[in-house]
């Protein structure tokens, strides 16, 4: 707890002490300790729109689901969370997404520094298969240029702890990445991404190319982290959201419909559509 | 009123005679014709050991393999080492000047550049591997040796001469007909074929693996570092193996530029001999069946050493599609 | 991280990637520059030495160029034509017939073998090739001549057209042959009426390019072919008898002792270099065509 709370404050101050970058006002919109925020966020492929004025707030220590039907913008939106569609060719980024008050899209931001604070999960574990177990976890770490084989190995055991792997495979750390089943691979790639303290971690669909068992490891994983990071998922299955999430936000078309606690939405949606999603009536 | 057709072809017998035999005479001729390949190969083995026997017994396989002398003049003896050595050599140095700039571009293509440059660059490299050997060997004659000649060898060899005169044997001739020239020309031949092979093999790395690895924070070549290459040293290692085929067998630009010395030791910048060379050089006027069995024995190596380096590089590609691309 | 003093900082991380960049754009225009510099030094001294007599007299001895008499490759372009035509007559159908093998019965238990040996072949060297028909062709018919210089071509061509048939096959999709076998045509109809046509450019493609590489190919023919200063008599000859071909040409030119040769070297460079060249083009453009439909 006490490495988070201190790196928190040394990333915060590296922001600010190396690049001049406006803080904007957090809006309170009546949600505590929101971590990020996007504002008018809108992403286009060339001339077909992505999603479009997306403005909504992830709070810190909650999980935000994204649900919706396919196609309709919720990972083209998490992806913007993280500035990965700068590596999209023909995507077009306009609007807003603030992290702890700072736009990360603002010109000085260098997009390396937004990806370490906020890790991102994929639908497929990609494990980097030429690289053995420990090698995986602490990738991001030796990007740094960390030698420290005793930082290493406390680095290592703490992220597999996190992600609920380390009993599995404390004893064949060596042995490389691809060798592990899939439910373990993907637990894999959580390790991976918690390694290098993030501040905010993003999953898009993580457990639907899953079983159900090693899903509902992935679920009690999530109820765990949320402790300490502010997590947001996307995700097809409407149980899991309803089962993990704190608060949700249903796309429909590339536009944000509806978002609220996810026991209101659930129980009582304002709108329409949103209630004929939740209640099967498409998707 | 196509069903009447059907119906009447399958019903009457000449009609089920016709797709039978039909299909029964396609098939065996492409099963001949396919067959015809794998004659072909054979007969390749088969015709090199036989009309290298002779060679071999009068020298003996080992004697023949290391032996040094070719005379096909005198003594006619005749010794395959110079030209294995040559050609090893050569393409071995060829390879490892290659490689480098190779995957430099291959990677270049695949990760860096906007699609447009990228087809330019891409058909520039076809179009130069399409160069047929003896134009790039007539400039080779006329203007890169001559080049090399006055611009790097005398020079050196005037340096050498007046500050370290000993290591002079070992320089050799700076005329600019030689091994070094040779293998510089060889690299450059080698160069698309080998960007090709890498620049595949990096395209097949899942889009996947390159997201992980942003992901983490790595910044465009910790990208590649990190998730592609390794992930695509297979298939590099593969397209490595076959440009050492390709360059063992290049013939005409390196038989024009290397000297013909068929005798060792050679130096660094003197004449010397390949495999592929000498048989260009001497196959027309062999006379005397002694010699042409000693040329068809060096065919024979030249065939063996190929075929194992083609299989090789088989052998991983099918390793590889099997692992789904690792060579774990 | 616990102590950012000992990392590598962003800033490092970013220098070193534009390094990378700049280490890969001069790699790439240093390796393009020596290939440009060839062609350009190729076209500037054939052209040079282009003329009409190229197109029209024979080579003769050495003494003809030297005393200034007029001396031409015609002989060699025919020849040329003749060998590589008669080089793609046989290695079209047993390129085709191997293609189809692995395409259209993929589940044969030949094909692994054949696939591997085909691959294998394509990967030798093609003085090999030449040895093979010397040994087939040139020794029991007791001379050289262009029929063997054909089937050296052949024997290169070969792999090359059975690996692009095979890989135009297979792009068809299998749903074109369910739909020929459903409306009652034999196997073998489907495959020459709907499977072929479909991939017809790239099926021509793949001889476009097996004929350009083997068009620029001299070590095979050096003894197959063999090379002749003169037009035979009779248009027979050439098949069967020693005839003269471009590559091969070059080369003995470039060798030879005689300046005025070295001229006509360059001549025969840039007439090469431009048939070559050409059928590259025009089999890139069908491919690029292919892509749009």
């Known amino acids: 707890m006490d490495i988070m709370l201190k790196n928190k404050k040394l990333a915060g101050a590296v922001v600010s002490e190396k690049t001049n970058i406006p803080n904007k006002k957090i809006e309170e919109n009546g949600l505590p300790g929101i ?4 504002r008018d966020l809108t992403v286009k492929y060339g001339t077909v729109t992505g999603v479009k004025n997306i403005s909504l707030p992830i709070c810190n220590e909650k999980v935000t689901a994204l649900i919706g039907p396919s196609g309709c913008g919720k990972t083209t939106f998490l992806r913007s969370l993280n500035r990965m569609h700068d590596i999209t060719r023909n995507a077009t980024v306009s609007g807003e997404v603030l992290l702890d008050g700072r736009n990360i899209y603002h010109p000085k931001v260098n997009p ?11 639908q497929k574990p990609t494990p980097f298969p030429t690289m053995s177990i420990f090698n995986n976890v602490v990738a991001g770490l030796k990007l740094v240029g960390i030698k420290n084989k005793k930082l290493l190995n406390e680095v290592c055991e703490r992220a597999l702890k996190q992600a609920a792997l380390f009993d599995e495979v404390k004893d064949r750390l060596n042995s490389p990445g691809g060798s592990l089943s899939g439910g373990q691979q993907q637990r894999l790639s959580i390790a991976r991404a918690l390694a290098i303290e993030p501040e905010v971690i993003l999953m898009d669909e993580p457990t639907s190319s899953l079983d159900p068992q090693s899903s509902s490891k992935i679920e009690d994983l999530i109820h765990e982290l949320k402790k300490n990071y502010a997590i947001v998922i996307v995700t097809h299955n409407l149980q899991q959201a309803g089962r993990v999430s704190d608060n949700t936000g249903f796309f429909y078309l590339g536009e944000l419909v509806e978002f609220g606690e996810t026991e209101k939405i659930y129980t009582n949606p304002a709108n329409k559509r949103t209630e004929e999603y939740l209640t099967g009536k498409f998707g | 009123m196509k069903d009447k057709q059907k119906e009447g072809i399958s019903k009457k017998p000449l009609g089920i005679i016709y797709r039978w035999l039909g299909d029964r005479i396609f098939f065996t001729l492409a099963f001949a014709l396919g067959l015809t390949i794998i004659v072909l190969s054979v007969s390749m083995a088969w015709v090199l050991s036989d009309e290298s026997s002779l060679a071999f017994k009068e020298f003996g396989i080992g004697g023949f393999l290391t032996g040094t002398t070719w005379n096909p003049g005198v003594g006619l003896k005749f010794g395959a080492l110079p030209f294995i050595l040559g050609t090893m050599v050569t393409s ?13 571009i291959g ?22 591997a399409a160069i047929p050997s003896v134009v790039v060997g007539i400039w080779g004659i ?12 005398i020079p050196v060899f005037n340096w050498t001469a007046n500050n370290w005169p000993s290591l002079l044997p070992v320089l050799g001739n700076p005329m600019g007909y030689g091994i070094a020239t040779a293998t510089i020309i060889l690299a450059l031949m080698i160069i698309p074929f080998t960007t090709v092979l890498t620049r595949d093999a990096i395209s097949k790395v899942p889009r996947e693996q390159r997201e992980a690895a942003w992901a983490l924070g790595a910044t465009r070549w910790e990208v590649i570092r990190m998730a592609v290459l390794p992930y695509a040293r297979g298939g590099i290692l593969a397209g490595v193996m076959l440009s050492f085929g390709r360059a063992i067998g290049e013939t005409m630009a390196v038989a024009m530029l290397i000297g013909n010395k068929n005798t060792l ?9 390949t495999m592929p060379s000498v048989i260009i050089n001497e196959f027309r006027e062999a006379v005397g069946s002694l010699h042409v069995s000693s040329l068809m ?3 024979l190596v030249l065939f063996v050493i190929s075929l194992t380096v083609n299989l090789i590089a088989a052998y991983i590609t099918r390793k590889l599609s099997a692992t789904g691309g690792q060579l774990v | 991280m616990k102590n950012f003093s000992e990392h590598k900082t962003l800033w490092q991380r970013n220098l070193w990637d534009r390094f990378m960049v700049a280490l890969l754009t001069f790699s790439t225009i240093m390796v393009m520059l020596p290939l440009l510099i060839i062609i350009g030094y190729v076209v500037v001294n054939g052209i040079s030495a282009l003329n009409w007599d190229l197109f029209t007299q024979e080579l003769g001895s050495p003494a003809r160029a030297m005393q200034g008499k007029s001396t031409g490759l015609i002989h060699t372009m025919l020849g040329t034509a003749v060998v590589d035509l008669l080089a793609i007559i046989i290695a079209a159908p047993v390129g085709l017939g191997a293609g189809i093998m692995l395409s259209e019965y993929p589940d044969h238990k030949l094909n692994p073998i054949l696939r591997v040996i085909n691959d294998t072949l394509n990967g030798m060297p093609a003085i090999l090739k030449g040895l093979l028909a010397f040994a087939l062709i040139v020794k029991p018919m007791g001379t050289f001549s262009g029929l063997s210089g054909g089937f050296a071509l052949a024997f290169v061509m070969i792999p090359i057209i059975a690996r692009s048939t095979e890989s135009a096959l297979m792009s068809i999709p299998w749903s074109i042959r369910e739909a020929g076998l459903a409306i009652g045509l034999p196997r073998w109809r489907v495959v020459l009426s709907t499977v072929m046509p479909a991939a017809r450019t790239g099926l021509v493609t793949g001889f476009l390019i097996a004929f350009a590489r083997a068009a620029g190919e001299a070590a095979p ?17 050439m098949i069967l008898g020693p005839v003269d071909t471009l590559p091969q040409r070059l080369y003995s030119l470039a060798i030879s002792p005689y300046k005025e040769w070295h001229e006509l070297g360059w001549a025969a460079g840039i007439v090469l270099l431009g048939f070559v060249v050409t059928l590259f083009i025009i089999a890139r453009m069908l491919t690029r065509e292919k892509n749009y439909d």
């Open chain 1, 35 to 38: 971590r990020m925020e996007s």
């Open chain 1, 112 to 122: 390396v520094d937004i990806r370490r604070k906020v890790g991102i999960i994929f």
């Open chain 2, 92 to 104: 071995v140095a060829a390879l490892a000047i290659a490689f480098l700039p190779a995957i430099a």
């Open chain 2, 107 to 128: 990677i270049f293509i695949a990760e860096y550049a906007p699609k447009w440059i990228g087809s330019i660059i891409d058909n520039l490299i076809h179009l130069i």
């Open chain 2, 142 to 153: 006329f203007a890169f040796a001559p080049w090399m000649r006055e611009s790097v060898y």
């Open chain 2, 265 to 273: 030791p050679f130096t660094i910048i003197g004449p010397a001999a």
């Open chain 2, 297 to 299: 024995g060096i065919g």
């Open chain 3, 221 to 237: 023919l050096m003894f197959t072919s063999f090379g002749n200063n003169y037009l035979p008599n009779h248009w027979t000859g």
